[in-house]
């Protein structure tokens, strides 16, 4: 029985001699394909199969595995004329979306989230730093990782001179918490690289993004501008090392887009 879904493909691999494996991250989950002869120069569904394209799939399933039968381009994320940050950070994004989704899991706030970042990639219609440090707190929402930014998690002052984020135990700190907690202890080093310790410092602007991304809603997750280099700077790393320590692992995209980001 032929059936159809609306996806995105994250991934695509070669397989025998002409086919791609694709991954498909749909509403419904993330799920593999085989597209038969995709690869071949004469073959008709070349431009839906390709990474970063939101398709309607027609397909049949067969020993247990999914092929690809037909369907149409809904939305092409990156064209031949793409920039190749903007490359390099799609790849990111559709890594972390493979990472914290699954088969047969309800993907629709992943697959939302993704085409609109997508979208903003496309359309340039917001700089690449601020795509890419929303969808990171998306994804630690979205997997249960957000850091509890309601105040500090000793006191429980909302703001203070100095404010870090403690990412091991996913709280803030003020500064006076931290100075008196290290009164007993040796006050940690600052580890420029996060291998030793994660407390990144905050400001109040960065600190006030961290708290309206990771609470709003994904349609208004974009809505906020960061003016000072040093706020975007905190929010932008506070955002990276957090769901970075939380996935306990790197990214060989996210490298590449260090190498070429803006
Ligand atoms: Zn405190």
């Given at each position: 029985m032929k059936k159809a879904v609306d996806g995105l493909i994250l991934r695509e691999l070669p397989t025998g001699e002409s086919d791609k494996l694709l991954t498909v991250l749909t509403a419904e989950g993330r799920f593999l394909m085989t597209a038969k002869g995709a690869r071949s120069m004469r073959s008709k569904v070349m431009s839906?199969?390709?990474i970063f394209t939101y398709g309607n799939f027609e397909y049949y399933e067969k020993y247990d595995r999914r092929w690809l039968s037909g369907g149409s381009v809904l939305e092409s994320f990156v064209?031949?004329?793409?920039?190749?940050?903007?490359?390099?950070?799609?790849?990111?994004?559709?890594?972390?979306?493979?990472?914290?989704?699954?088969?047969?899991?309800?993907?629709?706030?992943?697959?939302?989230?993704?085409?609109?970042?997508?979208?903003?990639?496309?359309?340039?219609s917001k700089p690449l730093w601020q795509?890419?440090?929303?969808?990171?707190?998306?994804?630690?929402?979205?997997?249960?990782?957000?850091?509890?930014?309601?105040?500090?998690d000793?006191?429980?002052?909302?703001?203070?001179?100095?404010?870090?984020?403690?990412?091991?135990?996913?709280?803030?700190?003020?500064?006076?918490?931290?100075?008196?907690r290290a009164e007993n202890l040796a006050l940690p080093e600052f580890d420029e690289y996060s291998v030793r310790?994660?407390?990144?410092?905050?400001d109040a602007s960065s600190l006030a993004c961290l708290?309206?991304?990771?609470?709003a809603p994904i349609e208004r997750a974009f809505a906020f501008t960061l003016k000072s280099e040093e706020s975007r700077s905190y929010f932008c790393r506070a955002a990276e090392t957090d769901i970075l320590h939380h996935l306990e692992r790197s990214f060989d995209a996210l490298d590449f887009y260090h190498q070429v980001e803006p």
């Open positions: 839906l199969c390709t064209g031949p004329n793409a920039e190749l940050e903007g490359i390099a950070l799609a790849s990111y994004l559709s890594q972390v979306a493979h990472e914290i989704t699954e088969e047969n899991v309800d993907c629709s706030e992943v697959l939302r989230m993704t085409l609109n970042s997508l979208y903003c990639i496309k359309k340039q795509i890419k440090a929303v969808y990171e707190l998306f994804a630690a929402v979205s997997s249960g990782y957000a850091p509890d930014l309601a105040g500090c000793s006191c429980g002052a909302e703001e203070s001179e100095s404010m870090w984020l403690d990412v091991m135990n996913g709280a803030l700190v003020c500064g006076d918490c931290l100075r008196k310790n994660v407390l990144l410092p905050l708290r309206f991304v990771t609470a």
